[in-house]
């Protein structure tokens, strides 16, 4: 859903393709080597200063593997926390929850640690952590072939004309591979895990209670932990929501990036006007669209490379460029790239969304899903309602999704921007009732994947950033204007 992202925009742009790729699920940073930190006990935390950022300290945290048998094998998660630089203003610790699936704590606190420290003047220790599987922590891997990894294609774009034959026989080797090759630390990967180690990681903290900045996937693992351990949730911010449903969980959050993109298209529609890609804003949509299709019936067609980065674009204004390059690329006649995710980054998104939950598996309802997608939302072609590995997942969720609900302290505070194509607005409200008095949602008129410290909205950063450091939140919701 990331989720996603792009140092601000160089970074901004790579972590927007794990947001993108982990929200579309099957958006990132690239994979960092673990930094060096001693081994420690299960349950505690021996920091150091990290060996490639001497301003933040370094840790490892060992949890169980299956937290059924807390006595069995474990596994290690890599930690990451930069001190407040007010002591005398610290009043706890912040956690920063990364999107994804996949995304790893420490890219996220190293794009926006020291930026919220000086938002919040110190009042934190902001601490984060690369999920199981992820970055730094125990890897874990599929073993894919690498052209199953190229986001094109492990992302479920249909075929020309809305064939999904490819998608199904590619789906089926990833699950096959997946199955093979994971082992007990792939089938682990799960939010209810992810949530079991965050209050692990606050136990190791020495804090009776965490706040929390989530974002994008990282909302509803944020939503999970206040709704499973609300007595330790202190003040609670999640950024770029989605629907909860557990009927559904990630197969939803995919079906509706759909919905997203439409939402955010007129933006871009807009930039490309202004730039030299059409005279109007009402001509990019049918230019994009016929290009698509043209470069779907040429050798080699690569109308998916295109969508893909119309798509991973929408997260950022800071992408528009290298979309408009993009397409003037292909006007021109010249290849586009056909970017991929690590073997580690799809192996943890994929392994996640297909443990949550159970997917449908038939593969006609698939098709039918894809047909239907593919006239309502023409700009993402089906691919929201595509078939996934998770049709054909072997491993059955060990944890039932858990429902959101009012029940807990009022110390939620959600961010949303009105035109998120990851995460729509329409669904975010979906969060919003689901938490009933517990949150306030201020809505922000934006477009883009994240919300906070994210688009120069002064309205909705200070929204925040009075809820982080003095505890206000809007008596109402809130709608924050451009």
């Known amino acids: ?33 673990p930094a060096p930190a ?27 593997l299956d937290y059924r048998e807390p006595d069995g094998p474990h596994t290690r998660l890599a930690v990451y926390r930069l001190r407040s630089d007010h002591p005398e203003a610290r009043r706890g610790t912040l956690l920063l929850i990364a999107g994804g699936p996949g995304g790893a704590g420490k890219q996220m606190l190293a794009a926006e640690g020291e930026r919220v420290r000086a938002a919040t003047k110190g009042a934190y220790d902001i601490v984060a952590f690369d999920p199981r599987g992820v970055g730094g922590s125990t890897p874990t ?8 990894r190229k986001l094109a294609k492990l992302r479920g774009w249909p075929g020309p004309g809305g064939d999904i034959g490819e998608n199904v026989a590619r789906s089926r080797r990833i699950a096959a591979a997946c199955d093979r090759n994971g082992g007990p630390l792939l089938r682990s990967l799960s ?68 919905k997203g993109a439409e939402d955010r298209f007129p933006d871009f529609a807009k930039w490309a006007a202004a730039h030299g890609l059409a005279k109007r804003p009402q001509d990019v949509r049918p230019m994009f669209l016929a290009l698509a299709a043209r470069l779907d019936r040429q050798p080699g067609g690569q109308g ?23 397409i003037r690329a292909a006007q021109a006649g ?17 392994a996640t969304i297909c443990n949550d939950a159970r997917w449908p598996g038939e593969v006609a309802g698939y098709a039918r899903a894809v047909a239907t997608d593919r006239v309502r939302y023409p700009l993402t072609n089906g691919m929201p309602a595509n ?20 029940h807990g302290p009022a110390n939620v505070l959600m961010v949303q921007n009105l035109r998120d194509p990851a995460t729509p607005y329409r669904y975010a409200l979906r969060m919003r009732e689901a938490f009933g008095k517990r949150a306030r949602l201020v809505s922000v008129d934006s477009g883009g994947h994240g919300a906070y410290l994210a688009n120069g909205n002064a309205c909705g950063d200070a929204a925040v950033t009075a809820f982080l450091t003095e505890g206000r939140r809007p008596g109402h919701d809130l709608i924050c204007k451009r």
């Open 191 to 258: 939010t209810a895990n992810e949530v079991r180690d965050i209050d692990q990681l606050r136990q190791a903290l020495g804090e009776r209670k965490l706040s929390a900045w989530g974002r994008s996937y990282g909302t509803y693992v944020g939503a999970w932990y206040a709704q499973q351990y609300p007595q330790h949730t202190d003040r609670w911010v999640l950024d770029s929501n989605d629907d909860p449903d557990p009927a559904l969980v990630a197969r939803g959050w995919l079906a509706h990036m759909a």
């Open 141 to 148: 891997s599929c073993q894919l072939d690498p052209d199953d």
């Open 334 to 350: 010249r290849p586009l790239p056909s970017p991929a995710a690590s073997d580690q980054e799809a192996a943890v998104m994929v």
């Open 38 to 64: 001693q081994a420690q006990p299960h349950g505690t935390l021996g920091w150091q200063t990290c060996a490639d950022a001497p301003g933040r300290e370094c840790a490892e945290l060992s949890v169980p």
């Open 304 to 326: 998916n490379e295109l969508r893909n980065t119309l798509q991973m674009s929408l997260y950022s204004d800071g992408s528009f460029q290298a979309l408009g390059d993009a």
């Open 1 to 33: 859903m990331t989720f996603g992202n792009p140092h601000r925009r160089n970074t901004r742009r790579r972590r927007a393709l794990l947001m993108a790729l982990g929200s579309a699920v099957l958006a990132g940073t690239a994979i960092a080597a």
């Open 387 to 406: 078939i996934t590995p998770c049709a054909f997942w072997k491993n059955a969720p060990a944890d039932r999704p858990v429902r959101i609900d009012g």
